[in-house]
């Protein structure tokens, strides 16, 4: 689908926040009749950020919540703005996912990603108005507060935002929780 540029030429020292309104109707997300979710993706580059419909992957985080309320960004490969070092662009990234973004009145912030997406460079950011409100979202779908390791941590919340199909749904009058498997006092568990 083609897209609109929403700002263009980027100013890579001072540009510090990003709110556009764009014509709605003309990027309204849906599902298309195959089943597959058409949301909006902000694609980012030195030279503009551009605003599209485009299929959203099928992840856990978007099975438990309304795919609508999220955009899905995706940075250039290489994000140097020429005739500038090399930090200027990674400071302006910075400032970018810190500050969030707003489209038509409604906030973004910075979400999350799967392993794949950040090697693809790509994220989600969800709506939102402050990162405590969506980390209690995330904290919500696992006992993600309870793993000390920073890089553990990221990798299990990392799983959520993982290509997932649904398959299958288990009444949860079958499901129950089981305890840690514990053997010459190891626990065989992830939580800690």
């Not at 709506?127 to 309870?146: A, C, P, Q, V």
């Not at 793993?147 to 941590?153: D, E, F, P, Q, T």
């Not at 990798?155 to 129950?176: H, Q, T």
Request: a positive charge; proline letters at 5%; one cysteine or more.
């Amino acid at each position: 689908m083609v897209g609109v540029v929403l700002q263009s030429p980027l100013n890579p020292t001072d540009d510090v926040s990003w709110s556009y309104t764009y014509a709605h109707g003309q990027f309204k997300p849906h599902k298309t009749r195959k089943g597959t979710f058409m949301g909006i993706q902000l694609s980012v580059s030195p030279q503009s950020i551009e605003l599209k419909l485009a299929p959203f992957p099928s992840n856990r985080i978007l099975h438990n919540d309304d795919p609508s309320e999220f955009v899905l960004v995706t940075l250039e490969k290489i994000f140097r703005f020429e005739g500038h070092p090399g930090h200027v662009g990674t400071d302006y990234l910075k400032r970018f996912f810190a500050s969030g973004v707003t489209l038509n009145g409604k906030r973004y912030r910075f979400y999350g990603h799967s392993n794949s997406q950040l090697r693809g460079r790509s994220c989600f950011f969800r709506r939102g108005n402050t990162d405590k409100e969506l980390d209690e979202r995330i904290y919500k779908l696992g006992s993600f507060e309870k793993i000390m390791n920073v890089a553990k941590r990221a990798k299990r919340i990392g799983l959520l935002f993982s290509g997932a199909e649904i398959d299958y749904d288990l009444d949860p009058r079958y499901v129950k929780d089981i305890p840690d498997i514990i053997s010459n006092g190891e626990m065989f568990s992830d939580v800690h």
